[in-house]
């Protein structure tokens, strides 16, 4: 497995944290921290943190890693890295299913929820942007707006799926189906790009994409919160 200063930083904390509670001293003082260090550090304690949370989360439910030859401890912590990747901006995108029969069923049933979920928020952060920013005749014009909404959320869907970068998918195995998440991280960047395509093809459908095109290529590109 490849080490970088990520991982090795987060690792350092957690050790750190073992020493200190077993009555070991800290080789280096905040004193002698910049500012920016000082930031870096909260943020990799928080990282800690949050791993630190989700694996007891998982170890309680019952959750294991699916489709890896990695602890789901490793696979974790990687997935933390992309996400805090001070060189770019990346979001976690999650498709969940339950009651799935096979593996490659769930798998699929997950990414096609993914994709999904991600159109939906898309879709209703522009719906929600032109309905109080956009100065036009909402009555005359809603049967355009909607068939609007509804193929930009089709096209986003379509476009997304080629900037989505899988990280690890977990499941858990119950009496009579499983169940099984499938997490992503999304390049802000890439998916911005992709939203912009799907807008310009929706723009081919519908008039008032092309009438409000200024407008709402602003929204687009503004993006929104991965809930």
């Not at 096979?102 to 096609?112: D, E, G, K, L, P």
């Not at 690890?168 to 099984?180: G, L, M, N, T, V």
């Amino acid at each position: 497995m490849k080490t970088t200063p990520f991982f090795i930083a987060v690792m350092a904390i957690a050790a750190s944290t073992i020493v200190a509670g077993c009555g070991g001293t800290k080789k280096t003082t905040d004193v002698n921290l910049t500012v920016q260090e000082r930031i870096q550090q909260q943020k990799l304690k928080e990282v800690d943190r949050m791993y630190k949370d989700k694996m007891a989360e998982y170890k309680q439910e019952g959750w294991k890693l699916s489709g890896s030859s990695k602890t789901l401890e490793v696979a974790l912590l990687e997935h933390y890295e992309k996400l805090y990747d001070a060189q770019t901006e990346n979001k976690e995108l999650v498709g969940e299913v339950s009651q799935c029969q096979s593996i490659n069923v769930c798998r699929q049933m997950a990414t096609n929820n993914a994709l999904a979920h991600y159109a939906s928020l898309a879709s209703s952060s522009v719906r929600g942007r032109i309905a109080s920013d956009v100065n036009a005749d909402a009555t005359r014009l809603q049967a355009e707006f909607d068939k609007m909404y509804a193929a930009y959320e089709r096209l986003v869907s379509a476009e997304i799926r080629g900037v989505l970068t899988e990280s690890y998918a977990i499941i858990k195995e119950e009496k009579q189906a499983r169940q099984y998440k499938l997490f992503f991280v999304v390049n802000e960047e890439k998916a911005a790009a992709a939203r912009i395509r799907a807008l310009e093809r929706a723009a081919q459908e519908t008039a008032v994409a092309q009438q409000y095109a200024t407008e709402i290529t602003e929204f687009v590109r503004e993006g929104f919160e991965l809930e």
